[in-house]
């Protein structure tokens, strides 16, 4: 599968921005999808992740009721909808994809073996 995502931008502390991953292929429903991201010099972390097509999710502790993901299968697409930013919230967003990932195994970067470019989002304080 084949991942573009879009959506980032430079806004200020407090405010939202929601990004998209579109996904290639006829068989997105089942793939996990997952948001990563990574500042310069720093390794890539987990963000959330949505199971395939349960909609179970998964969200790393700095975000936890700021963010949440969501998908469309119809349009090929996974959402990560981002509130009340933070400037440590700035970094380049990454969107990855498995197919029949343990819900234990969301957060590991290492099982994901489909990425797409990563979208740039800034917070300002």
């Known amino acids: 599968v084949q991942l573009q995502a879009s959506g980032g931008g430079l806004v200020q502390a407090g405010g939202s921005l929601r990004l998209s991953c579109a996904a290639s292929?006829?068989?997105?429903?089942?793939?996990?999808m997952g948001w990563f991201r990574q500042v310069l010099g720093k390794e890539r972390e987990f963000v959330a992740a949505i199971s395939g097509s349960s909609g179970s999710t998964y969200y790393a502790d700095s975000v936890k009721g700021r963010f949440t993901i969501s998908r469309d299968n119809a349009k090929n697409t996974v959402y990560l909808q981002m509130n009340s930013l933070k400037p440590e919230d700035t970094a380049v967003y990454y969107c990855?994809?498995?197919?029949?990932?343990?819900?234990?195994?969301?957060?590991?970067?290492?099982?994901?073996?489909?990425w797409g470019q990563g979208t740039q989002v800034t917070v300002s304080s």
């Open positions: 292929g006829r068989t997105f429903g089942s793939y996990v």
């Open positions: 990855a994809a498995r197919r029949f990932l343990d819900y234990s195994a969301y957060g590991m970067i290492w099982e994901y073996d489909n």
